[in-house]
T-cell receptor, first 113, second 120 residues
Framework: NAGVMQNPRHLVRRRGQEARLRCSPM?????VYWYRQLPEEGLKFMVY????????ESGMPKERFSAEFPKEGPSILRIQQVVRGDSAAYFC???????????FGPGTRLTVT | AQKITQTQPGMFVQEKEAVTLDCTYD???????LFWYKQPSSGEMIFLIY??????QNATEGRYSLNFQKARKSANLVISASQLGDSAMYFC?????????????????FGQGTILTVHP
């Protein structure tokens, strides 16, 4: 039973480029959370999605960041025109529902040069 | 709003000894859950233990136990018989009870973490 998959594991982008981070939830899970971990800090909630719906995006920066979870395929976190401050580890977690345990993926380490 | 505080940036322990990692929290929610996660140097987040705010007994999972003191709003993690492989970053986290009618939708709030180093 495969766990939560994230790819790529490491991503390097130059300032101004776009970053696309993918998250495939565990089988049977239709809820996805995205968290960001800045260097030397704890994880901070960004967005919560169910299939085809954004439920809570209260932690998303107002500009350049977007997320989707289509009916088919992985959840995508998209960062447009990346800046150095976007360098961080981005984790997704999946669950069967918001009252169930969240299982974390291995994370994507984004480095902006 | 929920807040988690971990006041120990780093802790050291001798192998085979016990260690306590501190966590205090602040919330106005009557029902909530508390979690501990381990993050080794490889970076993944490993779930260790969970405590519900209405649980009568402290949670235990193998060598991990959670010292839950509701009145003090503390949820300290106790690791018994430390092993070299326990060296990692440890995060305390909480969430509002998703079934309590709020709008947190189960999102987790994390503390800053404590780096634990186990010496041989």
């Amino acid at each position: 039973n495969a766990g939560v998959m994230q790819n790529p594991r490491h991503l390097v982008r130059r300032r101004g480029q776009e970053a696309r981070l993918r998250c495939s939830p565990m089988k049977g899970h239709s809820h996805v959370y995205w968290y960001r971990q800045l260097p030397e800090e704890g994880l901070k909630f960004m967005v919560y999605l169910q299939k085809e719906n954004i439920i809570d995006e209260s932690g998303m920066p107002k500009e350049r960041f977007s997320a989707e979870f289509p009916k088919e395929g992985p959840s995508i976190l998209r960062i447009q025109q990346v800046v150095r401050g976007d360098s961080a580890a981005y984790f997704c977690a999946s669950s069967r529902g918001y009252s169930y345990e969240q299982y974390f993926g291995p994370g994507t380490r984004l480095t902006v040069t | 709003a929920q807040k988690i505080t971990q006041t120990q940036p780093g802790m050291f322990v001798q192998e085979k000894e016990a260690v306590t990692l501190d966590c205090t929290y602040d919330t106005s929610d009557p029902s909530y859950g508390l979690f501990w996660y381990k993050q080794p140097s490889s970076g993944e987040m490993i779930f260790l233990i969970y405590q519900g705010s209405y649980d009568q007994q402290n949670a235990t999972e193998g060598r991990y136990s959670l010292n839950f003191q509701k009145a003090r709003k503390s949820a300290n993690l106790v690791i018994s018989a430390s092993q070299l492989g326990d060296s990692a970053m440890y995060f305390c986290a909480m969430r509002e009870d998703p079934n309590a009618g709020g709008t947190s939708y189960g999102k987790l709030t994390f503390g800053q973490g404590t780096i634990l180093t186990v010496h041989p």
